[in-house]
């Protein structure tokens, strides 16, 4: 949604013509996106991904579910932060200088506008379609044959009725909690008292344990289910029985999932975390879904009872979670209807610890996943806890997999009586229990586990190893773009580096020490560390390029990141692109600079890819005057990033696997046009036009260049094409 035209903007940005980036110009709101709005687009990107007929449709179906679970997250803790904003009275904006009022007020008007069309797409396009490849998805009150019927009923008596409390509210019965994100059924209750009619709210919450979406048989060969909403309702007159139930719906809530914790007052954050966890759950509602032909009573009692305002109801038609759908992306046995499945290609460090650490020593190696399989990661840490003359490993994990091998391997390590040191950062949203549990595990092993620094999140992706070898102690480290967690490492694009550069690994040994030693400024020759001097670094860079173009030398950036809001980055890239500079950014996400602007932007594009697999690596790219720097790393041009975080940007130095990263996979990007869409000025996407050129998807053809073995040619664009420039 454009918050205001495109015309002002340009008018707007002309106002200053000296060229050089100071003046009031760079102060004006009209010159950044909104970050919630910037958010919403990107999921509307993902959105138009289940539209999109070219892709499988139980992969639609899948799109559908993600889109929904987006929406959950974004109400849990940005919406919820808002409100909390507007409660006490905080009026401070960001850079575009839209109050938390009235960004609540724009969000709900684009999130119901968004609401209506996921429902739109799932009745509307992908029903029908699953209809007509023999499958039958009953969400409201089935028709069913009488085998059906009766298996139901079975199921319901046997799987369902033992589970279920029903709940009439009355002065001895008070509403029931009802817990975030969980499905429940309310219903309007008649019953006479003395010649008397009376209604009553009953309300059934359902266990989070029970199956959502329901098999039932079908003679027929198709394949049917039915979701749990539905299931419960059509026998929900026997758990109110002596009622006359007079109409029901299905509903659930949005409720504050944000963390809030004093570090500095807090002695142990362990436990600190686990108490703020049990609070949240009981977090304050922010948004309240529910069918769209409920009663206006039963709404009325709902929102009372729940404390939500108007703005914050959202009615739908069945389901009323359509995350839940994801439950037929995986269930349903039709792989005609879902992507070919990709085997990705296998790069061994090794087959034994010898093979492997001489393979490092003799240069450094770079994977790209998922193209390329995450075992060589797990084959590094592995190896090293089995291997003898590995002394110490050095770890950190911000998110990792419910059975991790990682954590396995590091507790091995341990109880082999190796030095274990692990940094685990317990505020990893919607990953602090999973989080606890591994750090109590590794703590019982022998594990030194520690938590950072106090303040600050640890997002950095590093494993580092000492080895005692022939001419002394070595250290070999993996750094990396995405977390050590194999499950995520199979649907996220990240970069994996592993080295034995000293000067390299000299670096990551001094992170470590400033997160387990609290040292307050680490000495780095190679690494750029958050939040000491990785913004001060990019910025300087970024300048560099700026100043370059003035003198007329060869000047270029591109930067792939998930998102872009910091406000010094935005300023540095703004004034680079009136000095010349090319630019081109990669931005999955939230993107909050506008390109494109005539005296400000105008040689910056912007460009965002969504597709089958969750773009994640952060690439950083800068001619430099013809001595072209290269930087991965795991963090965005997020202010959170680069002031509130422990992040890592790492050099690509050698010549081939510099060549691969620019001219084979940042260039591959800038010549998607199946899959990218191009920002434009007032804050939305358009999809990009192929223009007469081979359709290419850079994920496709990541999938066909990973089948080459490294070193082969391979054909590579160059990121001076058209397209780029």
């Known amino acids: 949604m454009a918050l205001f035209e495109y015309g002002d903007l340009e008018a707007m940005s002309n106002a200053d013509s000296n060229g050089n980036g100071s003046g009031q110009v760079f102060n004006d709101p009209k010159l950044y996106v909104n970050r919630e709005m910037s958010w919403l687009e990107f999921n509307q990107r993902v959105l138009e991904e289940a539209h999109d007929a070219r892709n499988p449709l139980l992969e639609r179906v899948k799109f559908l579910a993600i889109t929904a679970n987006n929406l959950d997250e974004f109400f849990e803790v940005r919406v919820s932060g808002l409100m909390q904003q507007v409660d006490s009275r905080n009026i401070s904006t960001g850079p575009d200088g839209v109050l938390p009022e009235d960004q609540l007020s724009q969000i709900s008007v684009r999130a119901h506008r968004m609401v209506a069309e996921q429902y739109a797409c799932w009745e509307n396009e992908l029903m029908p379609a699953l209809i007509a490849a023999g499958i039958i998805v009953h969400t409201g009150e089935p028709e069913l044959g009488p085998e059906a019927a009766a298996y139901l009923d079975r199921y319901f008596d046997a799987e369902l009725e033992p589970v279920l409390t029903p709940i009439t509210v009355d002065p001895a019965h008070p509403f029931p909690y009802v817990a975030n994100k969980a499905l429940n059924l309310a219903a309007l209750l008649e019953f006479e008292r003395d010649g008397q009619i009376e209604h009553h709210l009953g309300v059934v919450t359902v266990p989070r344990l029970l199956k959502r979406v329901i098999p039932v048989p079908n003679r027929s060969g198709k394949l049917e289910y039915i979701m749990l909403a539905a299931a419960v309702r059509r026998r929900l007159d026997q758990l109110f029985r002596g009622y006359r139930i007079v109409a029901t719906t299905a509903f659930r809530v949005t409720r504050n999932s944000n963390l809030y914790l004093e570090e500095e007052e807090v002695e142990n954050l362990l436990m600190a975390v686990e108490n703020e966890i049990r609070q949240r759950r009981r977090g304050d509602v922010v948004r309240l879904e529910l069918e769209h032909n409920a009663p206006a009573e039963i709404v009325e009692l709902l929102s009372n009872n729940l404390r939500v305002e108007e703005d914050q109801i959202y009615r739908v038609h069945a389901p009323v979670n359509l995350n839940r759908l994801m439950r037929l992306y995986t269930d349903i046995p039709r792989p005609d209807l879902k992507d070919k499945p990709y085997v990705p290609a296998e790069r061994s460090l090794g087959e034994d610890a010898e093979m492997l650490f001489n393979t490092l020593r003799k240069g450094d190696v770079l994977l790209h996943h998922p193209y390329e399989s995450f075992n060589p990661v797990l084959q590094f840490i592995q190896t090293a806890a089995r291997d003898p003359r590995v002394v110490a490993i050095k770890q950190t994990l911000y998110r990792t997999s419910e059975d991790s091998p990682v954590v396995q391997a590091l507790v091995s390590a341990a109880e082999a009586g190796k030095q274990v040191t692990v940094v685990v950062e317990i505020k990893a949203r919607f990953d602090e229990e999973s989080n606890i549990r591994w750090a109590r595990r590794m703590e019982n092993a022998g594990v030194q586990v520690t938590y950072g620094l106090v303040g600050l999140k640890t997002h950095c992706k590093l494993c580092m190893l000492v080895r005692s070898e022939r001419e002394g102690m070595r250290r070999y480290a993996h750094l990396g773009t995405g977390n050590y967690n194999p499950q995520t490492a199979q649907i996220y694009t990240d970069l994996s580096l592993f080295t034995s550069n000293p000067e390299l690994t000299e670096d990551v040994a001094e992170v470590f020490n400033v997160l387990t030693a609290r040292s307050q400024r680490p000495v780095l020759r190679k690494l750029m560390v958050a939040p000491f001097a990785m913004l001060g670094g990019f910025i300087e860079k970024i300048d560099r390029e700026a100043e370059n173009a003035k003198k007329g030398r060869p000047a270029r950036i591109v930067a792939k990141v998930n998102s872009l809001l910091d406000v010094d980055i935005i300023q540095a890239l703004y004034r680079a692109s009136q000095a010349g500079v090319k630019i081109d950014l990669i931005v999955r996400g939230i993107c909050g600079l506008r390109p494109g602007l005539p005296g400000v932007s105008e040689n910056i594009r912007a460009r965002s890819v969504v597709g089958r697999y969750l773009e994640h690596s952060?690439?950083?790219?800068?001619?430099?005057?013809?001595?072209?720097?290269?930087?991965?790393?795991?963090?965005?041009?997020?202010?959170?990033?680069?002031?509130?975080?422990?992040?890592?940007?790492?050099?690509?130095?050698?010549?081939?696997?510099?060549?691969?990263?620019?001219?084979?996979?940042?260039a591959t990007y800038l010549q998607d046009n199946q899959k990218a869409r191009d920002l434009q000025g007032d804050g939305t996407h358009r999809a990009v036009e192929a223009a007469g050129a081979a359709p290419l998807s850079a994920q496709e053809a990541f999938m066909k260049l990973a089948r080459v073995a490294p070193g082969e040619s391979t054909r590579r664009f160059s990121i001076k094409t058209p397209a780029a420039e």
Do not use: H, T
Request: zero cysteines.
């Open 618 to 666: 952060r690439v950083f790219y800068f001619e430099n005057d013809g001595k072209s720097e290269v930087f991965l790393g795991s963090a965005d041009w997020m202010p959170r990033n680069l002031r509130g975080r422990v992040e890592v940007s790492f050099p690509i130095e050698d010549p081939a696997l510099k060549v691969r990263v620019v001219d084979q996979i940042l």
